[in-house]
């Protein structure tokens, strides 16, 4: 990943953007933190927050005519957050103190003319910014119009307060100073910069442009007046609307400017955010029950702590996250993806001999692309994922057992146990080509052949068929050598068969099809079902209700989905919509391998699918689930939610029942080993259908005949141990008598690497069979004994 | 050395030998390592248990395969 591909990618992710109430007020409060800490009742660490951006705190904390309100979020709902009240109540209780990290002392002297809010603004951060400051004022004392609130809102002495930070700051405040032009003269020769607070100079004529209203003309970002190194700002009582807040951010632009200016830097760089702006922040407010706003019971007084403690629970805590409130993998690495995509391209780097810390990550996305759907700027994990592995790939540090286990079985089934083409029997040609796909025929082998026959039937001009697999595991391991050499093989099989129209009972393979092979025409299973009628032997599901599991890869093949539903229909079921469908599914966790790479990981995502449990407390990810049966139409969905304990059919299994009035959606979990056999047995089926040609596939050490309880048969396929590699591990310790034996039970272990897992076997031989206690692997390759 | 719990009552069926800890080495991602374990001393016949095979040695695959 290049740097630019990077910020791109970190672009696209508004998580990190501030809320409304932040980017709505003028000096940028972070709002947020300070409402959280009021809720938390902590008054100082709420007022920390505030004074690390407000001057004064004390003041402008009780006064502030906050316009964040009026942009505030949970104003959407009923009514916004009382963020001036909140801040009032935490400044009135507060004793921490404001603490000044001074920078290191600057030679220019700045005058500031007038000691309004503005110009008291401009003084506090430019002494803070360590420049030397002398305020010059008409009246005698500091404060302008601040000293007009009533005593109740604004005391008196908390003005002089928080107004004595000045002198611990060494400014130097010069009372009662006739200002005229002449003295104005003076300061702009013996100053390096002013600062005019436009509220104190009514009157004094000083040679600068005014406007209509007789106002000093300013540029309105920079404050900049017609003089150079004179800046001014404030004087919004003099139109008529003091704004405590607008007065304060005038001063802050002045003296942002004055530093630039005395800087020589550029004055409008990255200032677009000076002031109020519109924030990228997307916040979903669905489903956020209104609560009215707490009003104070003594409105002059303001808040009470119960009152402000009530009213600061009421708000929403602004942030994105609609990607990880719908995915389990977001949320189990514990960030959002402008920060993953920051991590990605790390791992890719690594700089200085650093750990490739993500690799496991990387790789457990489904690359389902229900982010996308989601996320208000399309983020694709999924895309950010596949590019990340391709990368893995070619800079060859992508571990093998990231996907060994699904690249070795989808090489099963593009090998000569399953891959197989051939025109209808009879027929010299194909019109159509059904590809029924190397998972359905996995689960449903039965299935298949009856619809295949039933193809044949319905279907003029031959229907051909092809077995194998399309392609998608090598897709997901980033691994598009081998995706590209499984396609080429495909289409020219396909073109060899005369270019007939695809018939795939796979979302998946049909995806790829239309997207990878130009000119080839694919279709649905479900789509031609729909054309040709369905069998009158097609269950008769009245009365029953499914919710349907859509495939997360036809999210954007509302044309597949809608077959599914009418078909659903037709046999007489009822549907109940998951929220999470249409261009929402949710992956099984089959999908771009996380099965694979991340076991763990996919066993709670799917285990979160068939369960009845909605919400974890205080985790985002949410599932949502349905308690009816599921109408599964891909093979590997109803595999993984069968093998999750829900339960769910798959729709071949209702059109083209294996047993009448069965219950398919009982049919329970199904190992890896007899998915393979089941591939199988649907090519023997096919080449007796032609005849006879070809011979049975004698599977090795098939002579070995195993048995195990369903316990045991279960533990060793969730660690993805088939019963051949068992069968290897029996026949070398059985002829090499390389085995250990347990003299209590007489049981023998004996192991056996095989290729890059090694496997070990518990076992007794029992008559002509042999009785198998457990199994498990390691890859670790055991170099041997040291002698 | 004692052997732990889960290697008792194991013995070489090859050699009838009984097992003893052993330094045995493996290596996975590029790393070697050296590990204690029942094993015969004649035959060179390894035991890796499987809580083992399951817990440390599955939790070191998977720190090696991020680095
Ligand atoms: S709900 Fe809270 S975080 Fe959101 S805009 Fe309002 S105050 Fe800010
Ligand atoms: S699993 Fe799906 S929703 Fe989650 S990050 Fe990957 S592509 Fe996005
Ligand atoms: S949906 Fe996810 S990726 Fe999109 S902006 Fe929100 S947090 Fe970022
Ligand atoms: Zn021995």
């Known amino acids: ?787 | 050395m004692n052997l732990p719990g889960e290697a008792q009552g194991w013995i070489c069926a090859a050699c009838g030998g009984e097992l003893e800890m052993m330094k045995v080495g493996f290596t996975y991602m590029k790393g070697n390592f050296e590990v204690d374990l029942p094993a015969c001393r004649n035959c060179g016949l390894v035991l890796v248990s499987e809580e083992l095979a399951t817990g440390k040695m599955a939790d070191a695959e998977r720190i090696l395969e991020d680095k």
């Open chain 1, 1 to 787: 990943m290049k740097q630019d591909n990077l910020r791109e990618w970190e672009q696209k992710c508004i998580q990190e953007e501030p809320p409304e109430c932040t980017a709505a007020c003028p000096i940028h409060i972070d709002a947020r933190l300070f409402v959280k800490e009021m809720g938390r009742g902590d008054h100082e660490a709420a007022f920390k927050v505030l004074a690390k951006t407000m001057p004064f705190p004390g003041i402008l904390g009780r006064i502030c005519d906050h316009p964040c309100e009026l942009k505030c979020k949970r104003g959407e709902v009923e009514a916004p957050i009382a963020i001036g009240l909140l801040e009032r109540n935490c400044v009135e209780r507060a004793t921490g103190k404001v603490r000044v990290q001074l920078l290191p002392r600057r030679g220019q002297t700045i005058a500031i003319l007038g000691g309004g809010l503005a110009g008291l603004t401009a003084a506090w951060d430019l002494l803070r910014k360590g420049f030397g400051v002398t305020i010059f004022e008409r009246s005698h004392e500091l404060g302008g119009s601040l000293r007009e609130f009533p005593g109740n809102t604004l005391p008196q002495e908390i003005i002089d307060e928080e107004l004595a930070v000045l002198d611990t700051l060494k400014a130097d405040c010069r009372l009662g100073q006739a200002l005229d032009a002449t003295v104005f003269e003076d300061i702009c020769r013996e100053f390096d910069a002013v600062f005019i607070d436009r509220e104190a100079v009514a009157g004094c004529n000083l040679p600068l442009k005014l406007d209509d209203a007789g106002e000093i003309t300013i540029d309105a970002a920079s404050g900049a007046t017609d003089r150079e190194g004179v800046y001014a700002g404030g004087g919004t009582r003099c139109i008529g609307a003091y704004s405590p807040i607008n007065e304060t951010i005038q001063g802050r632009k002045g003296s942002l400017s004055i530093e630039r200016f005395i800087q020589k830097a550029n004055m409008g760089a990255g200032r677009e955010n000076d002031g109020p702006f519109q924030t990228r922040l997307f916040t979903s407010i669905a489903g956020i029950d209104p609560i009215p706003r707490v009003q104070p019971k003594d409105a002059e007084a303001g808040f009470s702590n119960e009152e402000a403690l009530a009213e600061a629970g009421r708000c929403i805590q602004c942030e994105c996250m609609e990607c990880v409130k719908v995915c389990l993998y977001l949320e189990r690495y514990q960030a959002y993806p402008k920060k993953y995509a920051r991590q990605i391209f790390n791992n890719e780097q690594v700089i200085y001999g650093a750990a490739h810390t993500k690799n496991q990550f990387v790789n457990s996305c489904s690359t389902c692309g229900l982010c996308e759907t989601v996320c208000p700027n399309a983020f694709n994990m999924g895309d950010l994922c596949l590019q990340a592995r391709r990368a893995m790939n070619e800079q060859k540090f992508m571990p093998l057992s990231f996907h060994e286990f699904a690249l070795t079985d989808m090489a099963h089934s593009n090998g000569e146990q399953f891959a197989f083409s051939h025109h209808q029997p009879g027929t010299e040609g194909s019109a159509w080509l059904y590809f029924p796909s190397c998972q359905l025929c996995a689960t449903s082998p039965g299935e298949v052949i009856s619809s295949y026959r039933f193809l044949q039937e319905r279907l003029t001009g031959g229907v051909g068929v092809m077995l194998g697999c399309c392609g998608a595991p090598a897709y997901w391991a980033g691994r598009d050598d081998l995706f590209r050499e499984t396609m080429d093989a495909l289409r020219t099989q396909w073109e060899q068969l005369g270019s007939p129209r695809v018939i795939t009972a796979c979302s998946t393979c049909l995806s790829l099809f239309r997207e990878q092979i130009p000119g080839m025409e694919a279709v649905s299973l479900w789509r031609v079902l729909e054309e040709t009628g369905l069998p009158v032997d097609a269950c008769a599901a009245t009365g029953t209700t499914v919710a349907v599991a859509d495939p997360c890869i036809t999210r954007h093949d509302p044309e597949t989905q809608g077959s599914v539903r009418r078909i659903a229909g037709a046999i007489g079921m009822t549907i109940e919509e998951l929220p999470l469908s249409g261009d929402k599914p949710e992956c099984c966790g089959y999908g771009g391998l996380m099965y694979n790479a991340n076991p763990k990981l996919a066993k709670d995502v799917i285990d979160r699918r068939a369960s009845t449990k909605t919400a974890d407390p205080g985790k985002y990810y949410h599932t949502t689930v349905s308690g009816h049966d599921y109408l599964a139409y891909c093979a590997m969905c109803r595999d993984k939610l069968a093998g999750a304990g829900k339960r769910v059919s798959h729709l071949i299994e209702l059109i083209f029942p294996t047993v009448a009035g069965g219950d398919p959606a009982a049919r329970g979990w199904i190992s890896w080993s007899q998915r393979r056999t089941n591939r199988a047995r649907v090519k023997q089926e096919l080449l007796r259908e032609l005849g006879g040609k070809g011979e049975d596939i004698v599977e090795p050490y098939a002579n070995i005949l195993l048995e195990m309880t369903p316990e045991v048969s279960r533990r060793i396929d969730e660690r993805r141990i088939l019963e051949g590699d068992v069968r290897t591990v029996i026949d070398h310790a059985e002829r090499s008598g390389q085995r250990l034996r347990n003299s209590a039970s007489g049981q023998y272990r004996a192991c056996l690497q095989s290729g890059n897992v090694t496997f070990w076997v518990d076992y007794t031989p029992a008559d002509n069979r042999f009785q198998v206690h457990n199994a498990y692997c390691h890859r670790m390759k055991i170099v041997g004994v040291k002698k």
